[in-house]
């Protein structure tokens, strides 16, 4: 069936924004050629798309300059005081100056140009290939432009423990600009890695990791987006698990006026598990999207997604979640939960949760709520000489708590916790 021209004409519109990257090697050339015919087949997306109903995309879209006010901060980045590899990109342009030296023990890790202009290369069996996996059966046009144009990003591929986390720094510092950043990340076997990910980017950005994690390895991600009130974000994660691997995804998000996040994992190989996390907390014209698709495709495979927001002023969550256990996927054990905390009656949690399901031998579950501060917590607390707004910022943190568990280090949880708590206090003093 042809598109509708709106998709059609979106589509081409959205390549001939981006200038064209430098040539590549022949096998990176054909996987960005491939993306572009993948885009041009499914068209731009907009909202009568399933998958976009509760989300304008216009925002991440538009063909008009985006223009995003820089926020003028002294706030140090999150993950400051992590000892780690800090890579720096400023508006989606790699700053070297910025950047520490591109060596540790256990990881190669190169300019994404630089592993696309060479000929024979490990990243031909990511880049591009967990993206079109991920095209099936729900198509993802904003990742395959990112695939198809993106010239900036890092290859990294882990062959041991890795003794530091790398840590990739987003910096905005042009109120135009409109960015797009791929990752390419390969986890060897029984290799272990840490990646963090902190900043608000550019004024529109369009992020991609796709992470192979081998047989018994181990991919630990965790993202604090920027404060930035007016940024617009789409990302992707694409993750395919080997035997007894793992994968532990966490995102914070707070402020910004359009974000959706997306995640496809998929269980290839027995015994592995996948913990897929997120809070967010945001008021006015914050609107935030979680949008995740886990496929089971193997036996005794554990996947876990939890994800909470707190609404306030008229600020819109929405999440997406879909469990899809094929036939010989026996012994599964899916979770999956949802919950907005409104704080006013202003706001609105939109959820759809889903399971698809054809083995008989699974115990998968979902779950999604909304509801408001627990009057009779809050009435405890203030009759015990703490005031109503404290009180009701103990309560949020408490209720986010539950998916920021979800990340294994706990000094890196802490670190979120203390991010979420000055954006209550910022807000109970703005």
């Known amino acids: 069936m042809a598109l509708p021209q709106a998709k059609t004409d979106g589509a081409e519109d959205l390549l001939a924004r981006h200038a064209a990257p430098l040539a590549g090697a022949k096998w990176a050339d054909e996987a960005r050629s491939a993306a572009a015919a993948r885009l041009r087949n499914m068209g731009a997306p907009v909202r009568r798309d399933e998958y976009w109903k509760f989300t304008n995309p216009v925002l991440l879209t538009d063909a008009n300059k985006p223009e995003t006010p820089v926020l003028d901060t002294q706030e140090s980045p999150v993950f400051e005081d992590v000892d780690a590899l800090r890579l720096t990109f400023v508006d989606g342009v790699f700053d070297p100056e910025q950047s520490d030296v591109m060596a540790l023990d256990g990881v190669e890790i190169e300019p994404l140009g630089e592993a696309l202009a060479t000929d024979i290369h490990w990243a031909k069996e990511v880049f591009g290939v967990l993206e079109t996996r991920g095209q099936t059966p729900v198509p993802r046009p904003l990742a395959a432009l990112n695939t198809a144009v993106a010239a900036a990003g890092v290859a990294i591929r882990v062959s041991g423990q890795a003794t530091r986390p790398v840590s990739i720094r987003y910096v905005h510092a042009n109120p135009h600009s409109d960015a797009v950043v791929h990752h390419a990340i390969k986890v060897e076997q029984g290799a272990a890695f840490t990646l963090l990910e902190s900043g608000a980017g550019a004024a529109r950005f369009n992020g991609c990791i796709e992470a192979e994690v081998a047989d018994g390895a181990a991919f630990h991600h965790v993202r604090s987006q920027g404060r930035d009130h007016e940024r617009k974000v789409v990302t992707h994660l ?73 609404l306030r002023n008229g600020a819109v969550g929405v999440f997406q979640g879909k469990i899809l256990v094929k036939a010989d996927a026996q012994k599964t054990d899916g979770y999956q939960i949802s919950q907005g905390l409104m704080l006013d009656d202003d706001s609105q949690f939109l959820a759809k949760p889903e399971l698809e399901i ?52 706990e000094a890196l949880g802490n670190m979120i916790r203390k991010r979420l708590a000055d954006w209550i206090e910022r807000h109970r003093t703005a």
């Open 238 to 310: 694409f993750a395919r698990l080997g035997t007894q691997s793992t994968l532990k995804s966490f995102t914070l998000s707070v402020n910004g006026v359009m974000t959706r996040n997306e995640a496809v994992v998929e269980f290839t190989g027995d015994d592995a598990a996948a913990h897929v996390a997120g809070a967010a907390a945001g008021d006015g014209a914050f609107h935030h999207d979680d949008t995740v698709f886990v496929t089971h495709d193997a036996v005794n495979c554990e996947s876990r997604q939890v994800f909470k927001k707190v």
């Open 358 to 409: 054809y083995a008989d031998d699974v115990a998968c579950s979902h779950g999604s709520t909304v509801g408001s501060v627990d009057e009779d917590a809050l009435f405890y607390l203030t009759s015990r000489g703490v005031p109503r707004e404290a009180a009701e910022g103990m309560l949020v943190l408490a209720f986010l708590d539950e998916s920021i568990q979800e990340i294994e280090d």
